[in-house]
């Protein structure tokens, strides 16, 4: 054997392996800041829905409050209709 001609396809194997890594790591670089953005655009979403969720629980309570004063209103208005009249106390 070539010890010379060895040393070479040793040397030639050991930089195609290293453009590979190199190529490899590149790569992952290339995910991990990937994944880095679309972890902070979630945050953003994330922080907008709970602020979006703050303002509908807030609606939903004004309107559970309306409900009820239109509930006791309209029981008013019921119970004023059975007892008869037109809101006049009735001459008896």
Do not use: Y
Request: avoid cysteine.
């Amino acid at each position: 054997m070539d010890v010379e001609k060895t040393m070479e396809f040793i040397l030639q194997q050991q930089a195609k392996a290293e453009v590979k890594a190199e190529r490899q790591m590149t790569a992952i670089r290339k995910l991990i800041q990937t994944g880095m953005r679309m972890i902070v655009e979630n945050e953003e979403s994330i922080k907008e829905l709970a602020a979006a969720q703050k303002v509908t629980e807030a609606k939903l309570q004004d309107l559970a409050a309306a409900q009820k004063v239109t509930e006791v209103k309209l029981k008013g208005l019921i119970d004023a209709w059975r007892r008869g009249g037109n809101g006049r106390h009735a001459k008896n």
